[in-house]
């Protein structure tokens, strides 16, 4: 999100793609945290109408397998070809996933980075008599004392 408006603040009036394998518009990842919102139209950054009047052009659930920097192709891996003049690579982060054992074998451990990750915190959450663990910091140990003290911020 802030690609694309730091290249039009910046003066930049070309056609704009974004190629993405999340199956929903740029969200605000803070949200997530704060009160595990599951409907991406409530996170989402701007809605799509926003997006096509500023000439933006995204192809969600599509994931880019190679680049060939010579011939100016983007492949993707189900076969699409983007054509480019200047590429610009975003990738985000992904959650650390701890090496501890147990790790990949017990169920109910979850890291939170988009949508479907709140989903399936939701579903596994079920009643309040659950006990939950949060390794991190920041928005997501902030989110948790405000799921304990039992206040809501949105």
Not at 31 to 57: T, Y
Not at 85 to 103: Q, W
Request: aromatic share 10%; glycine share 12%; hydrophobic share 35%.
């Amino acid at each position: 999100m802030g690609a694309i408006e730091g290249l039009r603040e910046k003066g930049f009036k070309g056609q704009i793609t974004v190629l993405t394998k999340e199956s929903y518009l740029p969200i605000d990842r803070t949200k997530l945290s704060k009160a595990l919102i599951s409907d991406e139209q409530k996170v989402q950054w701007r809605d799509a109408q926003h997006f096509r009047d500023a000439g933006v052009d995204f192809h969600l659930t599509t994931e880019v397998s190679s680049i060939d920097f010579q011939a100016h192709k983007i492949h993707t891996n189900t076969g699409g070809e983007f054509s480019y003049s200047k590429v610009l690579l975003c990738t985000g982060g992904t959650p650390r996933r701890l090496a501890m054992k147990g790790f990949k074998d017990l169920g109910d451990i979850f890291v939170l980075r988009g949508v479907d990750d709140v989903k399936r915190i939701n579903s596994a959450l079920g009643d309040n008599g659950k006990k939950v663990v949060v390794i991190g910091s920041s928005f997501i140990g902030e989110f948790w004392r405000i799921l304990r003290d039992g206040h809501s911020y949105i």
